[in-house]
């Protein structure tokens, strides 16, 4: 009887060897013992490299995003880490963990605890799956950042797979949006109306001198679907411009009227559309751009 009850125990009292169901917070939970919906964990249960590794433990809210499943019996958990005491440089953390099925249970075959970092503020935006080719999918992940009334937004797109997970862009992310509209000066400045231009003549001591330059992009992206890979990646953008150009100057310095001088500016809005076109390759599994260029200008770079 003793024996029994000693045989029964080891089996109940024992570590569970994965999750009866793809619930994305029952997964979650077996990854990290310590995780509750509600709480948050200390880095340490994060496999962070050396090189990235903080020197004291750093707690993290721990995100689930998505269960994606890859076949009947594989899946993938991925989940989003984000440092609760993130400053502005900080970023959140991908982290992406595959399942499988054995009998009745799934079983964690692997993980990869930092695919990526991304954002800003320990935090980055939605993201989206999408199937690029038969059995094939694609995860994109969107991410911002803000500063000195400049705020952009930007995509992440990783190859996802029962192999594993991947950055498909060579650059590691693609521009989507970018505005200068909160900058001092823009608000005003981004008033006039497209297509138009104005002449202002300012006064050499003015803090309005050189007149402010301002921008705003707004895209959209699409993947094709191809028969046997992923499809041409393509961006579609819309940008408004505001800048201007010196056209004269007038004043005399050494007169006996304060001696101000003044400078002319032409200023032009103008609106732009272009696309840019991005093709698979195979060999090295990131997009290479073929047809495009961005439209945003030198100076706001």
Same mark, same amino acid.
């Given at each position: 009887?003793?024996?029994?009850?000693?045989?029964?125990?080891?089996?109940?009292?024992?570590?569970?060897?994965?999750?009866?169901?793809?619930?994305?917070?029952?997964?979650?939970?077996?990854?990290?013992?310590?995780?509750?919906?509600?709480?948050?964990?200390?880095?340490?249960?994060?496999?962070?490299?050396?090189?990235?590794?903080?020197?004291?433990?750093?707690?993290?809210?721990?995100?689930?995003?998505?269960?994606?499943?890859?076949?009947?019996?594989?899946?993938?958990?991925?989940?989003?880490?984000?440092?609760?005491?993130?400053?502005?440089?900080?970023?959140?953390?991908?982290?992406?963990?595959?399942?499988?099925?054995?009998?009745?249970?799934?079983?964690?075959?692997?993980?990869?605890?930092?695919?990526?970092?991304?954002?800003?503020?320990?935090?980055?935006?939605?993201?989206?799956?999408?199937?690029?080719?038969?059995?094939?999918?694609?995860?994109?992940?969107?991410?911002?950042?803000?500063?000195?009334?400049?705020?952009?937004?930007?995509?992440?797109?990783?190859?996802?797979?029962?192999?594993?997970?991947?950055?498909?862009?060579?650059?590691?992310?693609?521009?989507?949006?970018?505005?200068?509209?909160?900058?001092?000066?823009?608000?005003?400045?981004?008033?006039?109306?497209?297509?138009?231009?104005?002449?202002?003549?300012?006064?050499?001591?003015?803090?309005?001198?050189?007149?402010?330059?301002?921008?705003?992009? $707004?895209?959209?992206?699409?993947?094709?679907? %191809? *028969?046997? +890979?992923?499809? #041409?990646?393509?961006? =579609? !953008?819309?940008? $408004?411009?505001?800048?201007?150009?010196?056209? %004269? *100057?007038? +004043?005399?310095? #050494?007169?006996?009227? =304060? !001696?101000?001088?003044?400078?002319?500016?032409?200023?032009?809005?103008?609106?732009?559309?272009?696309?840019?076109?991005?093709?698979?390759?195979?060999?090295?599994?990131?997009?290479?751009?073929?047809?495009?260029?961005?439209?945003?200008?030198?100076?706001?770079?």
């Amino acid at each position: 009887m003793a024996v029994a009850v000693l045989a029964a125990c080891l089996v109940a009292c024992s570590k569970p060897q994965g999750v009866a169901s793809l619930d994305a917070n029952a997964m979650t939970k077996f990854v990290f013992p310590l995780w509750t919906e509600q709480g948050s964990i200390d880095h340490p249960q994060i496999k962070i490299d050396k090189k990235d590794k903080a020197d004291q433990p750093m707690p993290v809210s721990l995100r689930p995003m998505q269960v994606v499943r890859l076949s009947d019996d594989s899946a993938v958990l991925l989940v989003a880490a984000e440092p609760i005491e993130a400053g502005h440089p900080t970023p959140g953390i991908l982290g992406a963990y595959w399942f499988k099925r054995k009998a009745d249970v799934w079983q964690l075959e692997k993980r990869d605890d930092q695919v990526a970092w991304l954002g800003a503020f320990g935090h980055f935006g939605a993201h989206h799956l999408q199937e690029v080719s038969p059995g094939q999918q694609v995860l994109a992940v969107d991410w911002s950042n803000s500063g000195m009334g400049q705020e952009m937004l930007a995509m992440a797109l990783f190859k996802l797979d029962a192999q594993g997970i991947s950055p498909m862009l060579k650059d590691n992310d693609v521009l989507l949006d970018m505005s200068t509209a909160n900058s001092n000066g823009c608000e005003e400045r981004m008033r006039q109306p497209i297509g138009k231009k104005q002449r202002v003549r300012l006064n050499d001591m003015d803090t309005e001198n050189p007149p402010r330059q301002c921008f705003e992009l $707004k895209s959209k992206w699409s993947i094709a679907k %191809g *028969k046997n +890979g992923p499809g #041409n990646l393509l961006i =579609d !953008g819309s940008a $408004k411009i505001y800048s201007h150009k010196e056209i %004269g *100057k007038d +004043g005399d310095p #050494n007169s006996d009227n =304060d !001696g101000d001088t003044f400078t002319s500016f032409e200023l032009s809005a103008q609106q732009l559309h272009g696309k840019q076109e991005y093709r698979y390759d195979a060999a090295s599994g990131l997009y290479k751009k073929i047809s495009g260029k961005d439209l945003v200008p030198d100076w706001a770079r």
